[in-house]
Nanobody, 124 residues
């Protein structure tokens, strides 16, 4: 079992940057693949980025590729999402999620554990 707590959200002007953090409890964090998803009002939850257990493999949604970077520090039980060149359309609640396997990394239903989310608002 792993529990996840996101932090780092806030209000930022377009073109700005934010770094989200997701702290995980438990001693088995390094066994989990991690993902970041986001959900805007009235829209379905969508994939943003994912990273495998070692950090050696990452994937991004086309909408964030080149602007967002996912990373992890297994010694600190934490996964990060560095978001640069933010756009108003990036406004959403951002969730981190964990699962054992790395396949289907862009499918929310495949993830077993979720954080409570952190709000990111990008003003135009």
């Amino acid at each position: 079992q792993v529990q996840l707590v996101e932090s780092g959200g806030g209000l930022v002007p377009a073109g700005g940057s934010l770094r989200l953090s997701c702290a995980a409890s438990g001693r088995t964090f390094a066994r989990y693949a991690m993902g970041w998803f986001r959900q805007a009002p009235g829209k379905e939850r969508e994939f943003a980025a994912a990273i495998n257990w070692s950090g050696g493999s990452t994937h991004y949604a086309d909408s964030v590729k080149g602007r967002f970077t996912i990373s992890r520090d297994n010694a600190k039980n934490t996964v990060y999402l560095q978001m640069n060149s933010l756009k108003p359309e990036d406004t959403a609640v951002y969730y981190c999620a964990a699962r054992r396997a790395y396949s289907d990394y862009d499918v929310p239903l495949q993830f077993d554990h979720w954080g409570q989310g952190t709000q990111v608002t990008v003003s135009s």
